[in-house]
């Protein structure tokens, strides 16, 4: 079955420094993985994608993402935190498709970012 | 400006009570999707619908109904709501293709009491 693993319900990080969430999916085959974050208060916006290529993405706000076949991992990171980076980020994959054209975004539990000042 | 609209933002309702969540897309996307967020739990997929009077089950479907009579809306009805649908409700959209990601309203806070 398909799902996705963010195994960092919570992460706290200085302001200023190096940010990696991890995502791990269980997929039969490449699907399309995406980053979302979600401010508190707000709906989810989509910071990046991937599905083949150059298996590190960039995103908005600064972030990208390595996606590592090998691993199954989609990890999302960010070289320097800001205090509004502050936020719950999410993972998920895109799964289906093709002729029937159904397809399913499956999401993460969610990981929520803390920055100290 | 492209966007999905919900509608109320928040709402406090009692047990019972018929209530209905709008949900507006402006970007003729095909895919529409109901989700609900839980502490701990995610994002779990109520309803989805692939196209207008096309409408299937998600995850989570108990207790709800949806329906796409036209392209741009898809409401949720909840027919007689308990406190276990307490929750926040987000409605999202997205074109033919899973490869360009969903666009997401700014979500519903439903109570239940």
């Known amino acids: 079955a398909q799902s996705v693993t963010q195994p960092d319900i919570h992460i706290t990080v200085s302001e200023g420094a190096s940010l990696e969430l991890r995502c791990n999916y269980s997929?039969?085959?490449?699907?399309?993985l995406f980053w979302y974050v979600q401010s508190p208060g707000q709906g989810l916006q989509l910071l990046l994608k991937?599905?083949?290529?150059?298996?590190l993405v960039q995103g908005i706000k600064g972030f990208e993402a390595e996606f590592k076949r090998s691993q199954s991992s989609f990890n999302l990171r960010k070289p320097s935190v800001h205090w509004s980076d502050a936020a719950e980020y999410f993972c998920?994959?895109?799964?289906?498709?093709?002729?029937?054209?159904?397809?399913?975004?499956?999401f993460g539990t969610g990981t929520r970012l803390k920055v100290l000042a | 400006e492209a966007q999905v609209t919900q509608n109320p933002r928040y709402l406090i309702t009692v047990t019972g009570k018929k209530l209905t969540v709008t949900c507006s897309q402006n970007?003729?996307?095909?895919?529409m999707s109901w989700y609900r967020q839980d502490p701990g739990l995610g994002l779990r997929q109520i309803y989805y619908?692939?196209?207008?009077?096309?409408?299937d089950k998600g995850d989570v479907p108990e207790g709800y109904k949806v329906s796409r009579k036209e392209k741009r809306n898809f409401p949720l009805i909840l027919e007689s709501p308990s406190p276990n649908q307490t929750s926040l409700y987000f409605c999202?959209?997205?074109?033919?293709?899973?490869?360009?990601?969903?666009?997401f309203g700014s979500g519903t806070r439903l109570t239940v009491v």
């Open positions: 619908s692939m196209n207008v009077e096309v409408t």
């Open positions: 970007m003729n996307h095909e895919y």
């Open positions: 998920a994959v895109g799964a289906g498709g093709g002729t029937s054209g159904t397809y399913k975004y499956i």
């Open positions: 999202a959209s997205s074109p033919r293709t899973a490869y360009y990601g969903y666009t």
């Open positions: 997929y039969g085959a490449t699907p399309y």
């Open positions: 991937y599905f083949s290529g150059d298996t």
